[in-house]
């Protein structure tokens, strides 16, 4: 790429896993990376599957595992990696997440070495395919109450898997219909306790679902979810259990684990709290889905661009040639300040990447641990990030497609297939709404609350001040952003639009101020009116937890453009983000304008501003396109490579 | 149907062609209506052309051709039985709208007896199938532009049709890559005038594709546009043509004719205006398209909604069992106020249904002829209500998909094919964003005007005030509505928030300063700064065009709500379209407050009725959507019949 401004871009976006994101461009192979849709659901399932055998070949199932098994144990590379195969088959991204990520994921993190040693190379290698069994017909939110049961039987030192009802059934399991040959199941540990159950709460056990030749085992009832709404090459499917037998030490033992007598171990003696912390361990998840999503909503947003700078479509008064359609105010309004998310969104990702190595990959000497704050505030930028992610990624691809006309529904054109994969991101590893209440709760409640009840309801009652406070001290630390806030600070109403400080500082009062009116609301919470308190407020809590989530990705997209070195990037750079902030001004200016944040004067100077943004970014499309660093192997639409077809001339 | 409540809504939504809604439910057979998503490509167009052979024999081709030859023209009821039929498969709605209304509807429309003696009969009996080739490559939204060449030979009295460029090429051709025929080819006329030609504009012709078994004819080329993003049971295709002779009498000749000798005749001396007449003759397309498209995200909302009230996720603190998901605001406010918009956009698009009998399915004695004006007004509207209506339909759709959870994503559960289906409704007939360009184009210009140059540019400098001063009196004239505004006048800062004239004021002061507006902004307008006046004026130019349909939808409402009998089925209806209107107030809540319309007391008010809106609305769910009428035999989804499957259990 000779283009210094698109090298500029690219290499902040690229951050610290700049190599790894590199090494990926260099070998991106269309035809291992790329999916055909339209073929059968058969044909395509075929395809991942070989597909996910070659991606193994070449490594890329190593990544994020333990050193001792062949691994290269780093989580942040593993999230990078999967975000560059995010430009590629969603199908394919998603085997590969449900083998190495939550399958493999969950043996590497939850087992020990019992099970480390009997299958994590076979898993690296694609060998033995799994499964990550949690979900059920009846639960896929509220994950603590699953149905399921493992029962320990001391007769024979067994655990007794066991679906009890239709809606335990397992259901929307990835690699089950056709091809796991193992699969980490979930479900309510017991053991006998008289005529009753001492009851355990939510573990996962590594068991067979099919033996060597392919048929469910015994007591195994597998289904197909059959045609889906996207992801045509997954084998999602279901589960049930019928007093299904296993070795006692199938059960997942890192954080609790039962004796031969029945004796049940834990060091985290609170059911919840050991609950969370398993799912915690398995955060990963999260951070790839949102990255992998994002990658999508970039690919479609790069081929919209391209065909939009090409195509022409009626022409001015007085003129022979026709307007090139992304002259257009609306076609620019459509797709620059999604760009803009696109790049902010990307800071963000990094930030949680980076942090995400830091805390769950980068042990510490002599038997210290990471403090569980941070541990938890992970967390919830994690689950408010993905929601804010793949709905982006979502609403950028359906935007390339209607900005593409009849050539965007075209599946050579990349957007189709693309949108309806990533349809289900904003469902799976956690519901975005759920997602967002979580972040909520998080921020509401002190984090040794976290451990309590989950249900929503208890959201009820915190203080929020404190940890309100918690977090502005928190970022007001980082110098870069302190510099930007000083300058900015007392002058909202005469700032210049494109002033980040000031763009900082109304983000900041919109988070505080949405948080502070939840709590306020909440506190009057008793036990009788909690749950009545709570869903009155619910839209207030959901925006509380959107615009915590906005004001992490401005810091963090500040703090990335402070550190670019000077140049027409970062100055570039400066004005997608300005872009970037200002759009989610405009989006929410009534909630500015009811609180007194802008007046009308102001209020109206947004809309202009953000217009004549997306025309000062006009002349850098194609530097703003090169800058994502999306493998130019991976973009095959003719729209947007100028191919001849039956779309493009 | 025992629900009076459900019983009384359904009636007032069926309106005028109650009598074609019921008997279609009476006989709405799924195996002939509903698809078969993942079946293969060729199975689906297969499939399709199967099912539109078995409605051609049930007649449902002959509504709206003209009696002589066996249909019924009625246009309103074509339109009605269309709506109906989007409830059912949507490639099969496409293929049967392409059939009759596209390819049948211009060779009805834009023929004349030499036409329609040799094909009509065939194509209402399916027996003749055909295509409308209008786009190309190179154009889709300006196909006052298109390449194809329509050239008379006089030497053999023939006309030579050419595609002279790769971009000329039509592509996206309905019937085209599989079935077609005939088609109904545009393109430019052209009369030989010395050493070059007279041109007249595009014009239409009547012409063989393919000969009797199923090849394509001398000269032309058929390419197959291959896998879409959706309507996967529809053939788009390419057609390419190289000088390919027809007879002279091939010519559409309703508004214009060629003698043997080339001279050129037509009533319509303007160009323009002779081209916008031939597609204003089309509008039912608009109007067909909007409406299927309604039915689709109806059914969608329909399945969420009913799995929704069933549903249970997380329980209240100290509660046993879990709360029912529609329980939760959150819930209630992602699926409400689309439900209420589509019971405001189904009067609307009766509404615009009926006009359009009146005005083409009506012919008036003594060759008299309807007002040019009530022509021109019923194309505006429906051009709005097509963009309005398509872009519902894939929200609504888009969100009942999420609100579903991954059950949503499973293909039986009939949210996702659908999903993919409409997403197209948004371009064809017409691109959305462009047909609100033409909305504001129709409320800025004298209608005489219309017939100018249709390039965006020409909005500029046209006197605004007297149109939208004329479109005030119009509706003003509606004595009901009239009433309403009289009560609520010069009460803005007091009026009751479910006070419908309060509302209907609302809507009027947002479009009439929408409008006022642009006609500011584009009266500047010189023949040098045009365009560039017009582009920065683009965002508000579709503001206006977008608040003058939704007060139209909003005065059609309340005037059928005026209609209703007194009783439980009106109470609910008031609430239903308070909730619509208070949505609607409430997205552009900042708009408002800019423009002193709301102060931040009322406009926090707004967002707590709309949340009260949807608590009052959430007992009368069920009868809520019974009245929406779909024919139950179509809804099968497990989930909102309560099938045991893999998704619900």
Known sequence: ??????????????????????????????????????????????????????????????????????????????????????????????????????????????????????????????????????????????????????????????????????????????????????????????????????????????????????????????????????????????????????????????????????????????????????????????????????????????????????????????????????????????????????????????????????????????????????????ETRVAGLKAVSTWHAIEALQTAREACGGAGFIAENQLTQARADVDVFATFEGDNTVLLQLVAKGLLTEYKEMFGDLAMADLAGLVTKQVAEGLVERTAGRAGLQRLRDIARGRDHESAMDDHGWQLSMFEQRADHALETVGKRLRKATKDNGFELFNDAQDHVLFAARTHVDRCVLEDSLEALEQMPDGDAKTLMGKVLSLYALSSIEQDKAWFLEHGRLNTSRSRQVTATVNQLCQELRPYVHSLVDGLGIPESLITAPIATGTPSTTFA
Chains 1, 2 share one sequence.
Do not use: W
């Open 1 to 378: 790429m000779n283009d210094p401004i698109a090298t500029g871009l690219r290499d902040a976006l690229d951050g610290h896993y700049r190599e790894i994101r590199e090494e990926f461009r260099g070998q991106a192979d269309p035809a291992l990376l790329l999916g055909d849709p339209g073929a059968s659901t058969q044909e395509q399932r075929e395809r991942v599957t070989d597909q996910l055998g070659k991606i193994a070949a070449l490594g890329h199932g190593r990544v994020g595992f333990p050193a001792a098994y062949g691994g290269t144990h780093d989580y942040g590379a593993s999230c990078a990696l999967f975000e560059m195969q995010g430009y590629g088959d969603l199908s394919l991204l998603v085997k590969g997440g449900v083998q190495f990520g939550l399958f493999g994921g969950a043996v590497a993190r939850l087992g020990s070495a019992r099970h480390h040693d009997k299958v994590l190379s076979g898993i690296m290698n694609a060998e033995i395919l799994g499964s990550f069994a949690m979900t059920e017909i009846g639960h896929g939110s509220n994950v603590q109450r699953l149905e399921t049961t493992i029962t320990f039987d001391p007769a024979t030192d067994e655990l007794v898997v066991d679906s009890p009802t239709p809606s335990a059934a397992k259901t929307y399991i990835g690699n089950a219909a056709k091809d796991a040959r193992m699969a980490v199941v979930f479900g309510q540990l017991r053991t006998p306790a008289g005529d009753s159950f001492a009851e355990y709460g939510v573990h996962a056990v590594l068991m067979d679902v099919r033996d060597g030749e392919g048929n469910p085992i015994k007591g195994v009832t597998i289904g197909d979810n059959g045609v889906k709404g996207g992801l045509p090459g997954v084998d999602n499917g279901t589960f049930s259990f019928d007093q299904v037998r296993i070795p006692r030490e199938a059960l997942l033992n890192k954080f609790a684990d039962l004796d031969s007598d029945g004796t049940y171990h834990s060091d985290i003696a609170n059911e919840n709290a050991r609950f969370f912390t398993m799912l915690g361990t398995l955060v990963r998840g999260r951070v790839c889905v949102g990255g992998g999503a994002a990658s999508a909503g970039k690919k479609g947003l790069a081929i919209a661009l391209r065909y939009g700078a090409r195509r022409r479509q009626f022409e001015a008064p007085g003129a022979e040639q026709e307007i090139v359609v992304l002259d257009y105010l609306a076609h620019q309004r459509k797709l620059f300040p999604l760009l803009a998310k696109s790049y902010a969104l990307t800071f963000a990702q990094n930030s949680v990447t980076e942090t995400l190595q830091e805390l769950h990959g980068t042990p510490l000497p002599d038997g210290q641990e990471h403090p569980k704050e941070a541990i938890r505030e992970l």
